[in-house]
Each structure stands twice: as C-alpha cells, then as structure tokens.
C-alpha cells in the first residue's frame, strides 16, 4: 500500500492565531460593536497611541492599507505629477503601485546579492533631477543596515526616504529605528504579518509634526480639526474593528517575533555548509523579525517538490521583479540592469517559520529542508 501523505504544515499561521486568540477578538469587537462606532473612533486613536510607543515615534497616523498608506506618505511628503521615486526591483508590486498612485514614476533599482535589500551604489547611481524620494523596503522583515548611509547621501540631494516597513514589524537594526532616517515608515496590517488584522489595514509612523497633520488631513477629506473639507483629501480611514483586534495583538508581537527568530536558528543550523540551498544573508542578527524565512535554490522548482513530498508547505515572493511583471513594468523606469533582483526571483523560497508551528512541526520542517539541501548538493552525492 502506498505511505500515507503527511499532514501539511502551513507556510502561514492565520488560521491557528486567529483561533488561538478568537475569546480576546471576539470581546473587543464586541465592545466596539456596543459602542455603534465603528469607523473613526477611540479604537484607532487607541491603537495610534499604542503602536507610536511600541516603535518610539511621535505620530502614527492609520490608514486602510499598507499600500494606501505608502501613497499617503508620498503625497503628503509633497511626492506628485512627474516626480521620480526609487524602489527595489524586488518587492510587492504595492511599493511602486502606491508611486504610481500620487502620479509619481517609480524607478526600479536592483538589489544587493546577498540581502537583496537594495543596493545603495545602484540607488545613488539612479538619482536624477527629477527624482524626490527613494523608498527602501525591509524585506522580508530585515531593516535595511544602510539606511543612515543612504539617508544622509540624499539629504544632501534633496532627496527623501520613505521606508516600506511593511513586512518589518519590530525589526531593528543597528544604529536604525522607524523613521529615525526617514520622513516616515510605512506598515501593512495584512493578515499574514508577524502583526496583523482580520481584514485590510496600514499605518504611516512619524516624527514630523507637520507631515503628521496633513496625513491626518488627507485621511479625512481635507478636513483639519473643526474646519471640514479644508483642502484635499481622500477617505483612508480603517475600521474601528481592525484597530481593535490590533490592539488585543499587539501586546504579544515582541514573543511571536522571538519565536520567528528560533526557528529561524534551526533553519540556520540545518542549512549550513550545503551549497544548494542557502539562505538569504541575514545582517541585523536578532534585529530581523522573519515575516519569511527566504531560502534560494536554483533548482527551486524540485526543492519545492520534495519539500510539499514531505508536507511542508511553501511559497514564493516573489517569483518576477517589478519589471517583469505585465500590468506594472511598462509603467516603470530604470536607470540600469537589475541582474541580482532578476536572478533572486528565480531562485526564492519562504519556508514555514510562524511562531504556530507545533513542536514536532518544528522538528519535521528542519529534517525534511535539510534532508532536501543534501539531496540537491551535489558535493553530497
């Protein structure tokens, strides 16, 4: 008889956090219920607060979605119509998406080879003047260790950072806080982050007073304070609902992110030495908060196969550069090859690393990736 197929161990957790914390959900989106507000209420203004002490930032101002929130940040930043914003090649398409968005032409840099954060040479190489601001995204849940070294060669430019935090919740790196070297940093409550909520939300945080009211503003319609429709603006208020189960998760990010960190170590340990499987260089030691862990193989396509062979469950991000992909690369500009972004989304693999995973889970995802690594280095044959 054939062996039976081993249950799968998911490459993310929602269902299990979601499960694990549905009593403390159900009770703060009972209360929210109760109250009969659920759009623009002390929810937020809660998880504003919170969230600004968690990072150290003075103002955080929330918004319907990572991406909503990034062109909100661009655009009060004084990014529009013909100004040029750098951007990895490597991303979710929702970083350029969200230039394009203020009118903006996003620039794809590559990235470093190693990191693939990136690449600061190639970024100060792309400046042109046109361009306004350079937006640098933390990967995988890596602060980009560079930032105050790119920081402070645009500054002297006239150029602006605006980080795309949003797969880096909690994540440090030496020397770098949120918005620290930027005009602010931008996060994505999505359901999968190491942070995030049931539906759709986003946050800008910042230490500029000024930048922070005209968010505010353009959240609202224009409206600032007691003077409704003041100037421009746009509706990008989240739900009082979102910002509540953020505020019952938020206390417990700090354990989640330490959990992503061990079994990353384990992932570390089973993978060293091989040449076939490696993974993406981690630089900020326990600063990097693993929203993935990123493996790359060149034969990924049968690392895949022998991985879901042994139930774990994978994915890719992401598997074309922002350049490759149909709807958004023609509407891009480069200034230059982007070889290693290209190479990298050829080669990429999120493993399994969710602070849900079950102990024999845990024991199961590092002999079947490391089992794979020796089948597919060929020194080990």
Request: glycine share 10%; net charge positive.
């Amino acid at each position: 008889m054939p062996r039976p197929r081993p249950a799968v161990v998911p490459v993310a957790g929602v269902v299990r956090e979601l499960a694990a914390l549905r009593p403390r959900i159900l009770a703060a989106l009972g209360r929210v219920l109760a109250s009969g507000r659920v759009v623009r209420g002390p929810s937020i203004e809660r998880f504003e607060r919170e969230w600004g002490r968690f990072l150290g930032v003075r103002h955080v101002v929330l918004a319907h979605s990572g991406t909503s929130a990034l062109a909100a940040a661009l655009a009060g930043a004084g990014v529009g119509l013909g100004d040029e914003v750098l951007v990895p090649a490597l991303t979710f398409p929702g970083t350029a998406e969200a230039v394009l968005a203020v009118g903006a032409v996003p620039v794809a840099v590559d990235v470093a080879p190693d990191t693939l954060l990136l690449d600061v040479p190639a970024a100060l190489r792309a400046v042109g003047p046109r361009t306004r601001a350079v937006v640098p995204v933390h990967l995988y849940g890596q602060v980009h260790p560079e930032l105050p070294r790119l920081a402070r060669a645009l500054r002297r430019r006239g150029v602006m950072v605006i980080e795309d935090a949003c797969q880096a919740h909690g994540a440090l790196a030496p020397g770098v806080r949120p918005a620290q070297w930027s005009a602010a940093a931008v996060y994505s409550f999505y359901p999968t982050k190491n942070l995030g909520t049931v539906g759709e939300a986003g946050a800008v945080a910042t230490d500029d007073d000024e930048l922070a009211g005209r968010l505010r503003a353009l959240r609202d319609h224009g409206s600032t304070g007691g003077a409704a429709h003041a100037g421009f603006g746009v509706n990008l208020w989240p739900g009082q609902l979102e910002a509540a189960i953020l505020s019952v998760k938020l206390p417990r990010l700090r354990g989640w992110n330490e959990a992503r960190r061990r079994m990353a170590r384990r992932y570390d340990r089973a993978l060293a030495g091989g040449s076939a499987v490696h993974p993406v260089v981690n630089v900020t030691g326990e600063g990097h908060v693993f929203h993935q862990y990123v493996v790359r193989c060149a034969a990924r396509d049968e690392l895949r196969r022998r991985l879901a062979a042994g139930g774990i469950e994978t994915a890719v991000y992401y598997p074309r550069t922002l350049l490759e992909l149909p709807g958004l690369g023609p509407r891009l500009r480069r200034r230059g090859p982007c070889p290693n972004a290209a190479a990298a989304a050829r080669e990429v693999v999120s493993l399994p690393v969710h602070p849900w995973l079950t102990a024999a889970e845990r024991r199961r995802c590092v002999e079947v990736v490391g089992e794979a690594a020796r089948a597919l280095d060929p020194a080990a044959r």
